[in-house]
């Protein structure tokens, strides 16, 4: 079956310090991979996405990810975070054999303590 | 703003009844997709319109029904509502080039309804 797997619930981490949020997911066929955020009150919002070519890809805010296919993942990065990162943020993953949909991993929220 | 509207942004219903909630699309968008978020959650997906009609459907209900008009708007119907159906409901809207081609665009999403079943 389709899923998508993050491995962290909740993070809670010190301005400046790295972030990596672990994304993994089981799809057959070619996949279109992306990280949302969900800011407290607002609307969930694209952050980053990869469809093909470099799988290094850079989004909004400093935040990158990179696309390993040989591990099925798609962690999402950020060298040092900032206050304002303090949010939910959603794996996602689309087409594979159901090109229709797009699913989403259950979200880590992240805690960025002053 | 994504330009996606919902509506209505709260409403309150006991168990059994039935809800029409509305999304508006954002313009030049074609599909429009619904997803159910309980809380502490992710999204999960319960189906998509395109050129209306139903274009992929996740693991939900028949009770759990949709329309797509031809301004490509939509309303998400469910019936018999159950309490395990209090959650917050997203519409988004995305752009499907050809059909039963990949999604490759991203999706925009509503700020979404908030059921509560009593």
């Known amino acids: 079956a389709q899923s998508v797997s993050q491995h962290n619930h909740h993070v809670i981490l010190s301005e400046a310090a790295s972030l990596e949020l672990g994304c993994n997911y089981s799809y057959g066929g070619t996949v279109n991979l992306f990280w949302y955020v969900q800011y407290p009150g607002q609307h969930l919002q694209l952050l980053l996405k990869y469809f093909s070519g470099d799988p290094l890809v850079k989004g909004i805010k400093g935040f990158e990810a990179e696309f390993i296919k040989s591990k099925f993942s798609f962690n999402l990065r950020k060298p040092s975070v900032q206050w304002s990162d303090t949010a939910e943020y959603f794996c996602a993953v689309s087409g594979g054999y159901n090109n229709n949909d797009m699913r989403f991993g259950a979200g880590t929220r992240l805690t960025v303590k002053p | 703003e994504t330009g996606v509207t919902q509506s209505p942004t709260h409403l309150i219903k006991t168990r059994g009844q039935q809800v029409t909630l509305r999304c508006s699309s954002q313009s030049g968008h074609n599909t429009v997709s619904w997803y159910q978020q309980a809380l502490g959650q992710g999204p999960q997906f319960i189906f998509q319109?395109?050129?209306?009609?139903?274009?992929g459907r996740g693991n939900f209900p028949p009770r759990f029904s949709g329309l797509q008009f031809p301004n490509y708007s939509s309303e998400l119907n469910v019936n018999a509502l159950e309490l395990d159906d209090s959650a917050l409901y997203l519409c988004?809207?995305?752009?499907?080039?050809?059909?039963?081609?990949?999604?490759?665009?991203?999706?925009?999403f509503g700020e979404g309804s908030r059921l509560t079943v009593l």
């Open positions: 319109y395109y050129r209306e009609e139903e274009n």
């Open positions: 988004a809207s995305s752009k499907l080039a050809g059909g039963w081609g990949s999604n490759t665009g991203e999706l925009f």
